[in-house]
T-cell receptor
Framework: KAGVTQTPRYLIKTRGQQVTLSCSPI?????VSWYQQTPGQGLQFLFE???????NKGNFPGRFSGRQFSNSRSEMNVSTLELGDSALYLC???????????FGAGSRLTVL | DQQVKQNSPSLSVQEGRISILNCDYT??????FLWYKKYPAEGPTFLIS?????DKNEDGRFTVFLNKSAKHLSLHIVPSQPGDSAVYFC????????????FGKGTRLHILP
């Protein structure tokens, strides 16, 4: 069974640009969550999608957005990038809410 | 505010000894707790969980203890092995609510030879 796949693994952007990150969940998993990991801040919740609906949202500005497709694949977008957006963005999938999350390896974003 | 707190950023333990990682939480609605382990350049992997109806859960070398009155949980690793060197995240969730899993900031565990 393939794991959670995130693309791209690494990317470099400059301030003001926008970025789209992709996540393919484990087959059969309908819930996808996104987290941001920065040094000293741990894993901060961005949002969760289930059956194409955003079910929960964290305390991030509106520049951070996401969506989920009918095949459960998810994307997150960050517009008008700032230096502080440099982080590891982790996607996790689960069968449904309340189940254990299975994480992908993450997309490391560097904003210059 | 930090609902899940891991107050020790790092911990060093001799190989073969016991590693104890601590976690405190503030939200009394949390009733399901998880520990994840993360190596560099990899995503976190699930280690062990515990429901609030129990005060202990064991899986091989890993045991999680829950003290609901103190809003405190701990992960014990016995005996500690070199491969246990990683960052450990404590996480919590309110299972009876439509809520997300909240993670702590993590504790970096170093197993010394």
């Amino acid at each position: 069974k393939a794991g959670v796949t995130q693309t791209p693994r690494y990317l470099i952007k400059t301030r003001g640009q926008q970025v789209t990150l992709s996540c393919s969940p484990i087959s059969g998993h309908r819930s996808v969550s996104w987290y941001q990991q920065t040094p000293g801040q741990g894993l901060q919740f961005l949002f969760e999608y289930f059956s194409e609906t955003q079910r929960n949202k964290g305390n991030f500005p509106g520049r951070f957005s996401g969506r989920q497709f009918s095949n459960s694949r998810s994307e997150m977008n960050v517009s008008t990038l700032e230096l502080g957006d440099s982080a590891l963005y982790l996607c996790a999938s689960s069968l449904g809410q309340g189940n254990v999350l299975t994480f992908g390896a993450g997309s490391r974003l560097t904003v210059l | 505010d930090q609902q899940v707190k891991q107050n020790s950023p790092s911990l060093s333990v001799q190989e073969g000894r016991i590693s104890i990682l601590n976690c405190d939480y503030t939200n009394s609605m949390f009733d399901y707790f998880l520990w994840y382990k993360k190596y560099p350049a990899e995503g976190p992997t699930f280690l062990i969980s515990i429901s609030s109806i129990k005060d202990k859960n064991e899986d091989g070398r890993f045991t999680v203890f829950l003290n609901k009155s103190a809003k405190h949980l701990s992960l014990h690793i016995v005996p500690s092995q070199p491969g246990d060197s990683a960052v450990y995240f404590c996480a919590a969730k309110a299972m009876n609510r439509d809520d997300k899993i909240i993670f702590g900031k993590g504790t970096r565990l170093h197993i010394l030879p």
